[in-house]
Structures are given as C-alpha cells and as structure tokens.
C-alpha cells in the first residue's frame, strides 16, 4: 500500500470543486483557511472546544478542525457563506441581527450553520432542544439568551408560514 | 515534508496487512476527535496515519441470536438514533446525549472512544455494565475480550499495534432498567468527574440483580462489585441505600487532578449511587 507524505485532497466546497496539495496530518479547517482561503470558517481553539469552525460535511454539522483533510476528499462541504441564498439561512441571519444575538461575531458563521441544520431536521425546537442543539459552539459575548431567542423566532415564523402555505422553504444541497 | 504519511486502505484486510508492516509506527484513526487534538498538542509526532474510516467492515449495527453486535466506526450519534440499541442496550443509548456535544458525536466512534481508555471515557462506563467483549482482529486471528480486560490502565488497552477493533458485542438486555449519570461541569462538552452506569433487575423494591459501572473514579472504568454483591437479594430502602453508598466509596480510587480533588471524587460515587437507584425506582 502507498503511504503518502503529501496528499492531493479535492472537496467540493459551496457547490465550487477544489483541489490542492495537503499534509497528512492537515485538518479540514486548515485546508479551507490556508489553502482553499475560505475564511468565513473561523479557528477558535484548533482543538473541538469551541464550534467556530462548524461546516456541513456529508450533510451533518461538524467542527472542521476535527476533521482529517484526506477524510473530507472527494466530499462536499458547506459553509455559512455557501447559503447565503437559503431562505431558512436568511432568516436566521436577519433574526441573529434583530435579536441582538451578535456582538464581536466571531462564534456566529458556526452558530448559524448549527442553527440552520437544527431546524431543517426539526423545524419546531423548543428552549431546551435549541441549547442542546448549539451546545457544541462557545459565544464569550452575548450569553447565548439571544441567541436562543433568534432561532426561537425563527422557528415561530417557519411555524406559522407552514400554515400560510409554506413561504419559508427549506433549502436543499445540491 | 511533513513527517506524517497517510495510507487509507480499502478493506479490513488491507489494513491489517498495513499495521502488521508499520508495528509502533502506524496510528489509526477513526473519527479524530481525539487525534488531531492530540497531534496538535504533539502527543503524537512522526507516524503514518492509517484512515480506517472507509472501511465497510467497521460500520453497522445487528442482531445475531441474542447479540447485539456494533461496528467500531459507530459514531455516538448513530447509537443516539439506534432503535436497537435504544431498545437492547439502553444504558449505552442513555450515554449518547451526556457524550461531548451533538457536533463532535457525529464524528467520535465507539472504537475510538475504546481505544483511546481515558479512565474518564463515558463510552466504556455502559459496555462495562453491559459486560461486552470487544472484537479485536490481527492478520493472524479475531479475537474477543471482555471490556474489562480490555482496559488495562489510563489511556492503556490490551489492544496489540498489530490489531485493530472491528467492534463490540453483548447479550441484549431488555429485562433490567438503565440509568447512566454523568457529573461534569457543564452540561455539554465536560469531562466526567465521575459517572455511573447501573443496570438494575428489580422486583417491587427488591433488587433481584445489579451491574454497576463507574467511571473516572479509578485508572479505568469499573465495576463496583462488593456493592453489586451487598445490593443483590435486598430491597432498596434508605438504610441499604445508605450502606451501599459507605461500600462504592471504598471501591473508588481516584485520583486528584485539575477538575476534582480525590475525596471530592470519592463522595461523588456515593451521591451517583444513590440518585442511580433513586432513578430506578422512580
Ligand atoms: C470537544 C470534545 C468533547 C469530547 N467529549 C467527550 C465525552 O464527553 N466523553 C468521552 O468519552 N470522550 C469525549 N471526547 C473524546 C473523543 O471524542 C472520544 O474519545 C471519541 O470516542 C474518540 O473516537 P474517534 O473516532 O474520534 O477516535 P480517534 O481520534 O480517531 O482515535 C482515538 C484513538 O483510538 C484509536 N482507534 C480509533 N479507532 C480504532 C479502532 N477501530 N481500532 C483500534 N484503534 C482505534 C486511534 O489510534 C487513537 O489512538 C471529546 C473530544 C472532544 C474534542
Ligand atoms: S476551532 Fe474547531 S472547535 Fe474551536
Ligand atoms: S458574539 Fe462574540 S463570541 Fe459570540
């Protein structure tokens, strides 16, 4: 078997294919920020303690500084700024201001990536179903009440246009 | 050049052939929850990276007769939404929401969680309570060892560099109730300062037989078997209770470090126990 010093890893990120030499022992976030120059991903801790770098790999939520680059080869991956035409991520980010629910910013690219796979998996979470959904990404500012309030809202509002007839449409992955 | 090389065999057997050659040199990983931290705090340099997560061999969760048997590369969010283990196994399924945080579960596995033998490893306290065996292959053979025996120390297995897991398994258990405790501090993404996983066969208030585990109160996970022995034939009332707690805290042996102090710990065991059968009962 090969055994491979460098590795040409190619993810598909934000529907745009990508492919650039890498180190073995690089982690997905390092790729996108030094590599793929993808900076809406931010490096908190480097380490999964805080959630800022949350990306959608395979359809899930992770912290991408706990994945291998050569594991995300040949997949696909979306960041905030990849849905930056969803409905459902619009809401979220026009929420997210009107709920005051940022103030230095710099744990919302991950809070609203986990936020937005909360609700497209179930639309009405209660309090305490959004806490432990977003319980994996540290805020050092706002102590998270708003934030839990902005995605409450939003969930009232997709609650209510299911009613009307669906106005707030879930986006789906290419 | 990096001082890391990646080799991402394709099957079970390409991969043991590659741990036979590589010995000390090879690191597995599975989900990397564990190891990419590790490599950046350099407690692993210079190795090859040996990606085991394709392989199909490691995946999956089945039932053989009365055995419940799951694939290493389980993640602790694939047993979160597992019937079968919900069902058979619920002590682990009851883990799954105390473990880490919902984004790091969709990627640490069970194997992992095994392999790395923290003493405070919240997967290992429920495969103990569930006495599992873990199935371990070499080039050479397949073997299975109680989880007990797996664990031989802090961050220690009897695992060889020749082996990988492949999985574990253990009898399906519907008949007893489950409680799993964790204390933490926090709710989310905590190390265990202590946890309890109880499995309990109870008529009326009587308890007809119990398994408890207990984890970071000692080098390993383990199980509290003088108070598993006093508990048994006896009905739970708060004078048993009472004396039970005074046993499992002579059975723990923790240690100090950061998070607690070795007496907190030790007086932790007893409150887990009792809010463990408390929760039984209830
Ligand atoms: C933010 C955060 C929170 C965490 N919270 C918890 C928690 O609450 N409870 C807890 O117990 N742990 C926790 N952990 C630790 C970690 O997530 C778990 O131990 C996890 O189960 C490891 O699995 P993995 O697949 O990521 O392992 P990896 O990092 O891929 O590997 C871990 C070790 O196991 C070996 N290994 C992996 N798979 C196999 C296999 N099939 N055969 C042989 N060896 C193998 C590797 O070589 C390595 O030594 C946390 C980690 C982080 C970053
Ligand atoms: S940078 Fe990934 S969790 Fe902090
Ligand atoms: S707004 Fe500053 S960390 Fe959350």
Wanted: glycine content about 8%; proline content about 4%.
């Amino acid at each position: 078997m090969e055994l491979q010093n460098e590795i040409t890893v190619s993810v598909r990120i934000n529907g745009t294919q990508f492919t650039a030499a890498a180190a073995p022992e690089e982690s997905l976030l390092e790729f996108l920020r030094t590599r793929a120059m993808v900076m809406d991903v931010k490096c908190g801790c480097n380490k999964g303690d805080c959630g800022t770098c949350t990306l959608i790999l395979d359809g899930q939520p992770v912290k991408s500084c706990l994945v291998l680059v050569a594991q995300a080869n040949s997949k696909e991956v979306w960041t905030v700024k990849g849905m930056a035409l969803d409905p459902l991520m619009q809401a979220l980010q026009e929420s997210f201001a009107t709920h005051g629910a940022i103030q230095c910013g710099f744990c919302t690219p991950g809070m609203l990536v986990t936020a937005r796979s909360l609700l497209a998996d179930c639309p009405q979470p209660d309090r305490a179903a959004i806490k432990e959904a977003l319980s994996g990404n540290l805020c050092r500012c706002t102590g998270y009440k708003k934030i839990v309030d902005a995605v409450a809202a939003v969930a009232a509002c997709q609650a209510s246009a299911r009613v009307q007839g669906g106005r707030c449409r879930v986006w789906k992955q290419q | 050049m990096s001082s890391f090389a990646y080799a991402v065999p394709g099957t079970k057997d390409e991969a043991l052939a590659l741990l036979n050659e590589l010995g000390s040199g090879a690191r597995i990983v599975a989900g990397c929850t564990n190891v990419l931290p590790d490599i950046r705090a350099k407690k692993i340099a210079a190795c090859t990276l040996v990606d085991i997560s394709k392989l199909a061999e490691l995946k999956g969760i089945d039932v053989r007769g009365d055995r419940v048997i799951i694939g290493s590369l389980t993640t602790i969010n694939e047993l979160l939404h597992s019937d079968l283990v919900a069902s058979h196994g619920q002590v682990l399924w009851q883990v799954g929401r105390r473990f880490a945080d919902p984004l790091t579960r969709n990627r640490a596995t069970i194997g992992g969680n095994l392999a790395n033998a923290s003493p405070a490893g919240d997967g290992v306290v429920p495969l103990l309570a569930l006495e599992a065996k873990v199935i371990v292959a070499s080039l050479a053979a397949e073997r299975e060892i109680p989880v007990a025996e797996f664990l031989t120390g802090p961050g220690r297995s009897a695992l060889q560099p020749n082996e990988l897991i492949v999985g574990v398994s253990f009898t399906k258990t519907t008949a007893m109730r489950s409680v799993f405790i964790k204390f933490g501090m926090r709710k989310s993404m905590a190390i265990s300062l202590a946890s309890i996983g109880l499995m309990v066969g109870l008529d009326g208030d009587r308890v007809e037989q119990v398994r408890i585990a207990l984890g970071a109160l000692a080098p390993t996970a383990i199980r509290a078997r003088q108070t598993e022995d006093y508990l048994t034939g006896k009905p739970l009332a708060p004078e048993v209770v009472t004396r039970a707690q005074e046993i499992i805290r002579t059975e723990a042996k923790p240690i100090s470090d950061v998070r607690a102090s070795r007496e907190y710990r030790v007086h932790l065991a007893g409150v887990l126990l009792k809010r463990a059968l408390e929760a039984a009962l209830a």
